[in-house]
């Protein structure tokens, strides 16, 4: 069997044992199909060579030494990433930065923490939590994900609504270039001058390099935490009620909605309480000064009871709030109780547009003949619909695939956005034609190129390629006609 080690050169493979030493490179084949694929499991190819370096500088030598030799590279976290973004190439060298995971740095007095970028979301609040302080962005996931893959997704969560994504909260990053050159991009300090490097790095999803080090803005622990779960009969009455809390001018720290597959699943996974019987639920949270917030709280119970909740559950002791989320962020595991595998979608619509999405979605389900459980971000309108399917049946895999991109594309179309938080990946470049035009996908390729000139750091992921997208016709089929003799070619 020719083993695709092969796919690099031989001297590459010794420059790196020399650099990560004999710990830092995977060569063999069987262990590199550990990291065959991310969140995404659809998409599968065996990275050539797999690097686990312990600090920056090694990472710029493999850097280096890749650039020396035209190798493509891809970076990846934790891996957890469901938009297909740390896909390794078939012929080039993940860089696994899970095995960077010191804190750096603790600064409580301006309120500021600097970490290596395996170190995970979870670990940061841990960390800090002795001073009170803790990290705002708290995807789903952030028991296992790295902040190095929350910098490159932009990552949010259930408190994202308040608090901002991960790029409000990132101060400056330092970063390893393609060609290996180490630079700081954004600082300590608020709106440093110069271009706004830290923007456009946040939320490239490892096309411009490898992030070594980040700071991240820290926030006091509120005084005061309300949490109450309300029971809908559907999910457009679930979606008014959201509507009328945001235009009260309540800000709430989290609203989260599920629809009746949804809770199903989080209920028979976590048994955090939710109403099976309900057709929607919707989880709010307020925090802040106890006043304001208990203020506040009697009016979005007031707004969800005008809206028509079937009934109102407040969670008021701390074990009880922590059920109700560990059941909500349990979710898309949870869908394995109601079909053999699912395809995660992420796309953002306008708010006010909820409930007229959902029937949408729930018609192409119907024509799909396949069914989509709804568990999102209702209060930014960031829709994660998951597609159950079985693919043992022949022909469902791909009704999914092609009813999930159907679902992005709909968002697109209803004024919202192709991803909110999980990246366009290799699994959405494709459609990124749908959402931005000509010039502004040449304005992204012409930024991604002022960093990666030779166009190898996470090829193929996020702007659509002719290669990738098959705009180009491909090679010669005879069309089923011509085979059949009905027509001809001349
Ligand atoms: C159960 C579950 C729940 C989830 N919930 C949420 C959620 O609530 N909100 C949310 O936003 N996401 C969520 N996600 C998606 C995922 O966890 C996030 O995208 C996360 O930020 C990925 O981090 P990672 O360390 O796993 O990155 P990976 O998957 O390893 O990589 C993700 C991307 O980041 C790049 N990358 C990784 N590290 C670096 C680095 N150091 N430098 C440069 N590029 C890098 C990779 O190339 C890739 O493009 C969820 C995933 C799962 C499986």
Same mark, same amino acid.
């Given at each position: ?11 590459l493979q010794s420059e790196l044992a020399e650099i990560l030493g004999p710990e830092g490179l995977i060569t063999e084949?069987?262990q590199r199909?550990t990291y ?11 990275p050539?060579l797999v690097a686990l370096p312990v600090s920056t500088e090694q990472v710029s030598g493999v850097m280096r030494a890749c650039a020396?030799?035209?190798v493509?590279l891809v970076p990846r976290g934790a891996g ?6 740390a896909?390794p190439?078939?012929?080039g060298v993940l860089i696994v930065l899970s095995r960077m995971r010191r804190i750096v740095d603790v ?6 923490i600097t970490v290596e970028p395996g170190v995970t979301n979870?670990a940061v609040?841990?960390a ?16 296992v994900c790295s902040i190095g893959g929350n910098v490159a ?20 990053c330092e970063l390893v270039l393609p060609?290996g050159q180490v630079v700081q ?21 490892g096309?411009?390099g490898v992030v070594t080090q980040v700071t ?51 209920? @028979?996974? &976590?048994? *955090?309480?939710?109403? #099976?019987?309900? /057709?929607?639920? $919707?989880?709010? +949270? ?117 009813? @999930?991109? &159907?679902? *992005?594309?709909?968002? #697109?179309?209803? /004024?919202?956005? $192709?991803?909110? +938080? ?35 750091c ?33």
């Open positions: 069997m020719v083993d695709d080690a092969d796919a690099v050169p031989t001297e084949r069987s199909r065959e694929s991310d969140g995404l499991t659809a998409y599968r190819a065996v050539a020396r030799h035209g493509p957890t990433g469901l938009s297909g973004g896909l190439h078939p012929d600064d409580v007095l301006n309120q500021r979870a609040s841990r800090v939590a002795p001073h009170q302080l803790y990290y705002a962005p708290d995807p789903s996931s952030q028991i997704e932009n990552s949010g969560g259930a408190h994202c609504l308040k608090y901002g994504f991960t790029t409000h909260h990132v101060l400056g060609d991009v954004g600082a300590a300090t608020l709106d440093p001058p110069g271009y706004d490097l830290r923007g456009v790095l946040v939320g490239s999803e096309t411009l991240l803005r820290l926030l006091r622990r509120p005084e005061s935490v309300r949490t109450l779960v309300a029971d809908f009969t559907d999910p457009a009455s679930a979606g008014t009620a959201v509507s009328a809390i945001v235009a009260a001018g309540v800000v709430p720290a989290a609203v989260e909605m599920m629809d009746n597959l949804a809770i199903q699943a989080c209920e @028979s996974d &976590a048994a *955090a309480g939710f109403d #099976v019987n309900a /057709g929607a639920a $919707l989880i709010v +949270e307020l925090d802040g000064p106890e006043a304001e917030c208990d203020a506040s709280f009697a009016e979005v119970v007031a707004l969800c009871q005008e809206s028509g909740a079937t009934a109102i559950r407040i969670a008021d002791q701390p074990d009880e709030r922590a059920r109700v989320w560990q059941g909500r962020k349990a979710a898309f595991a949870a869908m394995g109780r109601l079909a053999p595998d699912y395809l995660v979608q992420d796309g953002v619509i306008p708010r006010t547009r909820l409930g007229e999405c959902l029937a949408r979605i729930a018609e192409l389900a119907a024509d799909a003949e396949l069914r989509v459980a709804n568990v999102f971000h209702a209060g930014d309108g960031n829709l994660h619909p998951l597609v159950l399917f079985d693919s043992s049946r022949p022909g469902e895999t791909e009704r999914a695939e092609a009813l @999930s991109t &159907a679902i *992005a594309e709909l968002c #697109v179309s209803f /004024g919202g956005s $192709l991803s909110g +938080e999980h990246g366009i990946g290799a699994d959405k470049a494709c459609s990124m034609p749908k959402m931005f035009g000509a010039e502004d996908l040449a304005i992204m390729d012409r930024v991604r190129a002022a960093f990666d000139p030779d166009g190898r996470n090829p193929d992921k996020v702007l659509p390629t002719p290669r990738l997208c098959g705009e180009r016709p491909g090679r010669y089929r005879p069309h089923p006609l011509e085979t059949a003799g009905v027509i001809e070619r001349w």
